[in-house]
């Protein structure tokens, strides 16, 4: 085994540096343009208004990176003409050095009803449709019908979603650059297992190395299995300790300006055996199968049945059934790290260029042990484009690196 192993915490951590040349933020005028062009979308399918709640679209349009509460806080959106943030009083000053578009607020009290002035504002606007965030809550869709029950509500995914799911080049940069600092942060991950290592000193390690690297808070998300744990697709509890001859799996992530990284690798801690060997060799091709799948205009579902007619060809399957992949190939990246379109079977969304989509059709061998190797790729004019280089071998993850 090559590249895992024979290092230290402390001696990997000294020789990392931030990585260099970092893109550059998303900038106002752009977050400007995606209000324009959602504008267009809303006039094209009759909306009157859109409602934007808190959290990553609210971050795409207008910068604010506020996450949804009961209280609330959120982008009303006319079809033409100026967007109105709704906040709470207490939280202008806190809003106001976030928000990277031109807009109107309207401020409530904790006393006051927010959904009164969503309707009051919806009033002056003659708006009888209102498209909501279709990550809106219950409780949101529900405060406002009692506020105005005459109002027609929809969904505003056609809006959002068509929007969000092709990345722009400065999108694409920001996550370039966040997976690069994952891949290379789990390079000096695997240097540092030893037998009897823990799944939480690993952890820690992989949150102190992001930070290091010049990730946003560091990871977003940590996942370390070792042996019997691997056959679950995100682990068991309890804080395993390596041994030797374990197949290690680490799917880890940070983000960069809120751009999601999201990388798994899994190779040996020691010797494979036979079947190890096979299945890991079968993923390969099944990921590879995916990738030379996605092309423009092709649905998501046929990637997904790429990865399939491989592993059912190696007799594992077919559909869910175990040995074999337990969920979709992939899915949608960016703000979100889980985010539409799927390629799952049923998704027939067409693949555009800047679509962002991870490739993980992981195979799972009950009670024993699984393999799941995740890149990332975005869709060109020509075909799929790699974020980072899949992983080389079972035993030399990251050969040449």
Not at 197 to 205: D, G, N, P, Q
Request: aromatic content about 6%; charged content about 20%.
């Amino acid at each position: 085994m090559t590249g895992i192993g024979g290092s230290t915490p402390q001696a990997e951590l000294a020789a990392i540096l931030p990585l260099a040349n970092k893109p550059a933020a998303i900038s106002p005028a752009e977050r400007q343009a995606r209000i324009a062009r959602a504008q267009q979308l809303m006039q094209e399918q009759q909306l009157d208004a859109v409602l934007i709640n808190a959290g990553h679209s609210l971050r795409y349009f207008a910068g604010v990176t506020w996450g949804a509460t009961e209280r609330l806080v959120a982008m009303l959106l006319p079809a033409q003409g100026k967007p109105v943030m709704i906040c709470p009083n207490f939280e202008l000053g806190s809003l106001s050095a976030e928000l990277q578009v031109d807009a109107e607020l309207a401020l409530w009290e904790e006393d006051e009803c927010p959904y009164a002035l969503v309707a009051k504002q919806l009033a002056q606007w003659q708006a009888d449709t209102l498209a909501l965030d279709p990550m809106a809550s219950f409780m949101i869709a529900d405060g406002i019908k009692q506020a105005n029950s005459a109002l027609q509500l929809v969904s505003a995914a056609s809006v959002i979603n068509t929007l969000r799911r092709c990345k722009s080049d400065t999108e694409l940069a920001l996550m370039k650059h966040a997976k690069a600092i994952t891949l290379k942060v789990h390079q000096h991950t695997a240097q540092i297992l030893r037998e009897g290592i823990r799944a939480s000193e690993v952890k820690k390690f992989i949150d102190d190395a992001h930070r290091a690297m010049g990730a946003d808070g560091g990871f977003s998300f940590c996942i370390v299995q070792f042996g019997h744990a691997t056959a679950f697709p995100h682990g068991i509890p309890g804080d395993q300790a390596l041994q030797t001859n374990d197949l290690v799996l680490i799917d880890t992530g940070c983000t960069l300006d809120g751009y999601n990284a999201d990388i798994t690798r899994t190779y040996i801690f020691g010797e494979a055996t036979e079947q190890q060997k096979n299945i890991w060799a079968i993923e390969k091709e099944a990921q590879a199968a995916a990738f030379a799948a996605a092309k423009p205009g092709v649905a998501c579902e046929a990637v997904d049945q790429a990865a399939r007619d491989v592993l059912e060809k190696h007799g594992l399957g077919p559909d869910y059934a175990l040995p074999g992949l337990p969920h979709r190939t992939g899915h949608g990246i960016g703000l979100s790290i889980h985010e539409p379109a799927y390629l799952v079977r049923g998704d027939k969304t067409p693949l555009q260029p800047g679509m962002c989509f991870s490739n993980e059709p992981m195979i799972v061998v009950p009670d024993a042990f699984g393999v799941r190797l995740e890149d990332h790729f975005y869709i060109t004019e020509n075909g799929a484009e790699w974020f980072t280089e899949p992983q080389y071998s079972l035993d030399d993850p990251f050969h040449g690196m």
